[in-house]
């Protein structure tokens, strides 16, 4: 099983609902985020082309929080999900520093916080609460290894991109394009 | 100005309240339970509501966490309006249930030592209070003299107990502020509106023309979800836009028109559907009247001629009215929502509905639908009397075919200069804050230097409560019952509203308050119901459910009664005009004196060294009314004024530097706005977001935080067929250093 | 025009608008580890040699500082730990791939070394020093029993220490500026300076301090050309980490690196120190005083800058 997310650029139209869902949903302190959204703009007036992205963890296939993490709180859990374990994180931010996303925040009750595929919800059959709200649908998440799953079948039908793939981290959020 | 009444402060109540405010929103910031990855969703309690957070009245739960603490809210799947996805303003609504800065308790205008200033009152006291100003009002002027602005769900309950009273004097914002133009115009052609939700059938449309409507910023919740199906589908978009909004983003084609000259593109789309025969032929023939004045008028307006005025290349004019014809009957000129622009927002919806029309979208498959609408039992209360005057005696012969009370009429009726009729000397304002909403503050403020009563109805200590003389806290829509939503859809629907939590503070729901006011009145018969859930309960009964059952499903839709959704092949459909026919060419107009098929008159342009102030809507804010909320400043917690780079280098101005702006009436913005240059906008234009820069000091997150475009909006483009307010006829300038004290407010 | 904003917003404390989740603990942990390392080293590669009595220092006296120094790190690291009651959680789990594991262990075993090392020579010090307890002094003769393989593990815990320091950086690929192999050999020449820099400070033997001003002038060459590669890898490399350089070439961080790290704690002390080889009088102190200024101030710089270096946004 490997779970995987999508986002499609196209329908996206940044209004940051997933950021307030995630927040609701999973009680990500308000100044806080697990979630956010980028949106870039090149061209001149009138010649313009725009693309929003909504943005977490990637979850990488190879990911550097999970290798640098002195105490084994990151972590690979079952689908590939990367979590932490909130009784063993020391709070020491080198995960932090390895994200090169900037996926990771430092709780404010001292551990460290990303976007965890809302494991609650997935393991009980809902999607994860950004998906769920997204007015756009324009977020699509399953197991890359089940060809049937929503993010299969877009990723088959769609060009898609990743974030930084020099990083060499193998992310599995993908953009469409 | 001579100033009988100041604007207060409710900070001057006191620290102790503002720190028991802040107290309990860090209470409620971690309310959290920290995610325990792995863990089943507690077993929660889940009540059924609508959305209060904008119109478009999305169906949704209310969910707690084990502490019993209101934890999310999302969309019911069996609402059409969200189909169980709700926007982030609604997702985000928990905010205005922890908002430390709500109002607490009622508030009475007071005369301390020379210095107004409010103190906390009972609920009995203030409501007595109120009572007593509106039968002197009513024995010294009538009762007409009473006018109500009102805005949202809460309506009904001000508008019963106001009607009772015996005045008609009774407006909301959503008119002449918003979809007036359009009702009124669509009403002149086909004989009806096109509603909220809009009746717009964009899920199965193969064109989709924006005009204006900024659809993904405005995320009227509907039509967002649609789009993006649209989207996927490949439909056409063509959004007409000045500035490079979100939906031209997603467009096939964005024709960046100059502002205020859309009219001239309305009709040279219209010249070429006739004159290349792009029209649904059979659908005209069969259904409009007046097609040949229209083809006649229509003659010289060229994409050439446009062009000249719109700076729209003639090409793109061309072939985007080809695309619509190669779509039709399935396409959809979007009839928008906030019409009132340039004062002839009547005649440009009018141009909207006549294209429509033409292309045969108006009943058919991916046009307009035919909605569905339910209709409630109502109690049996004693019929209100006919009000002796009426609103229209305020301003005889203006605006003739306004079908509500124009809001910005009752307000400068209230100026006795101004009015030729009777005196306004009463308000009650419920859920809408007049001094961001209306344009042209300083006539606002000036009204209400007139008035002998004052009583403001609200959540928050917006700007209008700050005027009031009575402040009457009402609880959040999370916090009470209200009205059963009954809103024309693909099908029939009824959405419950009840409360999740008890209401904070010493705050009450609307319909209590009106209730012991109408007791308090002599009008207690107008209320039968102790509560108002008695009252739903009595209403479902007869609809055939039960509060009960609501309270487990919050929606209940029923299934149409005929199959027409759209119009059938060969349906004789009788439109309920005067001629029975869609009038293209509008008689009803010309017997009023206004063009019976629409013109371009040009508008005034900016001068040199000023631009077009025009303004929109952020996804995640409604007006001004969430830029407190917790959850959702913390999104966006400022506005900024979008600057093109060729005029930001004239002016030497960088992204994220604050200005001042100031329009041609020298009024200026309060506080200074950061500048985000971007080829996003026109060089012409600035763009900011509608709802920024509160001066109330109590809202301790929007506080001094952006631009209110409604300082900005003091000439106002009044339209003469039903008095609607165009707001985009201010031009402003920059001011790099702040500027000084002596421009008044 | 090219435009990117973050439409959400995001302000995600210490992340937000860029990385700066370590402040002062870790390079002053990296500064006290890799001094620390540097004074271990030089101390079991002359004990080793049997140059105990020419760097009597350098061997005996210096180590003192040692395990303070490691303390004073140890303790800067918890405090930057959030949180700070699962700070055990370090020793129950060995992760091969984490630098700060390395780390975290590493110390576990070099701290207690350096407090033997020390307690073997108290008397060094206080000549009437006395255990008190017999089991103490049983135990002290096995450590003088086996102080040559003390001294081994001295001198590797030390080289892993000092290399350490480097690598803990270098090892996120996520920051440009830190995203070179070249940084762990420079924090161990700087913290080999350091540890150098300790003796001379302490010494009154010239011809110890003449012999560790040498080391120090062969150490500042090496820094120097460590730094130079460096900044050849950056601008050859990739665009973010071109950027990355360019925080010292014309950036934010050019007057503050070149100034204080390069200028006062390598090129004059040099200048210092060959001067006084040449016989010219300068005050003791001075050269390894700016050595030591120079080598925390390279960590502070570059812990900060690298913060600040990113792949996006
Ligand atoms: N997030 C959010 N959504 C909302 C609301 C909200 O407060 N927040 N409010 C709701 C309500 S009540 C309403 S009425 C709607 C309003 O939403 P709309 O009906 O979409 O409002 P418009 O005024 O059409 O849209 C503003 C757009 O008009 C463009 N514009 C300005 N001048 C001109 C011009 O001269 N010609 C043309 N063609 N375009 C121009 C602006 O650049 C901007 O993109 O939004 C609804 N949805
Ligand atoms: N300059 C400018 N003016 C505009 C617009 C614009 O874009 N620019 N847009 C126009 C449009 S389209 C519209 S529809 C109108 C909207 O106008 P309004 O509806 O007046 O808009 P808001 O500013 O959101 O004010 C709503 C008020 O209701 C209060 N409130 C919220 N919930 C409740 C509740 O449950 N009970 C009570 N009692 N009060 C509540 C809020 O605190 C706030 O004070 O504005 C119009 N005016
Ligand atoms: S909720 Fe959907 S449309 Fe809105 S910003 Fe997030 S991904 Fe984009
Ligand atoms: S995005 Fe960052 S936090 Fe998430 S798995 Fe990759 S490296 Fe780790
Ligand atoms: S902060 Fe926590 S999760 Fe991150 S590396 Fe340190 S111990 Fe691991
Ligand atoms: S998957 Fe869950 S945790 Fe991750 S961003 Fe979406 S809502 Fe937040
Ligand atoms: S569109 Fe959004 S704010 Fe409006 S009612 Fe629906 S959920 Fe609420
Ligand atoms: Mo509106």
Redesign the interface.
Known sequence: MRYAMAVDTKKCV?C?DC?VACQTENNVPI???R??????????YPQLEIE?RSERCNHCANA?CV???????SHFDTGGIILVKQ????????C???????A???H?????DKCTFCVQRIRNGMPPACAAVCPTKCIYFGDLDDPNSDVSLVLKKRKFKT??P???TDPKLYFLI | MTSRREFIKITALGVGAIAAGTGMYKAGRFFALPDKPGKVDPDLTRTPTYCEVCFWKCAGWVYKNPEGRIWKITGNEEDQHCNGRFCPRGTGGVGMYYDGDRLKNPLIRVEERGKQVFREASWDEALEHVAGKMKNIASKYGPESIALFTHGSGSANFTTLVKAFGSGNIAEPSYAQCRGPRDEAFFATFGEEVYSPEVTDIRDTKCLVLIGSHIGENMHNGQIQEMSDAIDKGTTIITVDPRFSTAAGKSKYWLPIKPSTDLALLLSWTHEIIYNEYYDRKYVEKYCTGFDKLKEHVKDFTPEWAYGITTLKPDLIRKTAREMANASPAVLVHPGRHVTWYGDDTQRIRAIAILNALLGSWGRRGGFYRPAKFSLAQPDIPKFSEPARLAQDLFPGKYPVASSAVSNALIDATIPENNPGYPIKGWIVNATNLLSTIPNIPNTLKAIQNLDLLVAVDTMPMEITGWADVVLPECTYLERYDALRVAPHRKPAIALRMPAAEPMNNSKPGYWITRELSKKLGLASYFPFEKQEDLLDWQLKKAGTSLEEMKKSGVKTFEREQDDLYFAEDENVVFPTDSGKIELYSGYFEQLGFDPLPKYYPHEEPPEGFYRLIYGRAP?HTFGRTTNNPNLA????ENCVWVN?KVANEWGLKTDQLVWLKNQDDAVTDFPVKVR????IRWDSVYIVHGFGHTGKQLSRAYGKGASDTRLITRVLVDPVMGGTGMRGNFVTFLTREPGKEVAS | ????????????????PY?N??HWQIPLYLFLGGMAAGILCIAALYYLRGREKDYYTAVRITPFLAPILLVLGLVALFI????????W??Y??I?L?????W??WTLMVITPVSFIWSALHIRDIFPRWDWKYKWIYEIEKFFNKYKRALAWVMLIYGIILGIYTGILLS?????PLWNTSILGPLFLASGLSAGAAATLLLSKNPAERKQFARIDLVIIGIELFLIIHMFMGYLAS?QVQIEAARMFLGGDFTMSFWIFAVILGLLVPALLEILELGKVHIPAVVPPVLVLFGSLMLRFIIVHAG?VS????
């Not at chain 1, 009784?87 to 080198?94: F, R, T, V």
Request: hydrophobic letters at 35%; a neutral charge; glycine letters at 8%.
């Open positions: 940044g940051s950021v100044g806080f985020c979630d956010w959204v980028v949106e870039t703009m090149a061209g001149s929003i550097p290798r640098c993490c002195p105490t084994g709180a009784n063993k994180c020391i709070g020491c931010g080198a932090i520093a390895s994200c090169p996303y900037d990771r925040y430092p404010p009750d001292g551990y460290v974030l930084i020099e990083a060499g | 995640m913390d999104l966006m917690d780079p240059v971007t080829e996003r | 025009m090219k435009e990117e904003l973050f439409v959400s917003g995001r302000i995600n404390h210490l992340v937000d990385l989740i370590w930057d730990l959030r949180h700070k009651l699962y700070f959680k370090l129950t789990n992760r791939q984490s630098p700060m594991s780390g975290a090892a996120f690929n996520a920051r990739t913060q990113r792949w996006l946004y």
